[in-house]
């Protein structure tokens, strides 16, 4: 349900850039692990360890890519519909009580994230990864006020 609602997301020219790639466990694990390879070459093994520990847990994974283009506009303009589409999937899982949370890490760049996920990064990209499921406990965000943000012109 919540990619039937994302694939309604406005999309200039209807061009429908998105790709939805639901991970399964085993997929999941391989990425968990691909990530704490690259942590652990920058940071240790301690902290690789204790990232693929918390990636392990995340109890469900899904990809968005969007179409590359060669036009600069029409590239901008599907990146700002896969985003849409990706705000309207997460808004209606939150409305269903699951949490979503979406990254954009260095995993995402990584070309052996590609192979894993099966995507070819010479047609799309990554936009987001996204891990869902009930929220152990609900942190608080603070925004800026409505009044710090926007400007009434005349």
């Not at 998105?18 to 704490?36: D, P, Q």
């Not at 968005?64 to 985003?83: G, N």
């Not at 995993?107 to 891990?131: K, M, Q």
């Not at 499921?133 to 400007?151: D, L, N, T």
Request: hydrophobic residues 45%.
């Amino acid at each position: 349900r919540a990619i039937e609602l994302a694939r309604w997301a406005p999309n200039h020219h209807a061009t429908e850039p998105w790709h939805f790639y639901l991970l399964g466990s085993e997929t999941a694990m391989e990425v968990a692990k691909l990530n704490a390879d690259l942590v652990g070459e920058k940071s240790g093994s301690a902290a690789a360890k204790a990232k693929f520990e918390r990636w392990s847990a995340m109890p469900g994974w899904l990809v968005v890519t969007c179409d590359k283009s060669d036009d600069e506009i029409r590239a901008r303009e599907d990146y700002a519909a896969c985003a849409c589409a990706i705000q309207n999937m997460m808004l209606y899982l939150w409305d269903e009580g699951i949490g979503v949370k979406w990254t954009t890490g260095a995993v995402t760049r990584e070309p052996r994230f590609y192979d894993i996920i099966w995507a070819d990064p010479d047609v799309e990209y990554v936009v987001g990864l996204l891990w869902y499921g009930y929220a152990q406990e609900v942190p608080m965000i603070r925004r800026k006020e409505v009044h710090e943000i926007s400007v009434n012109l005349p």
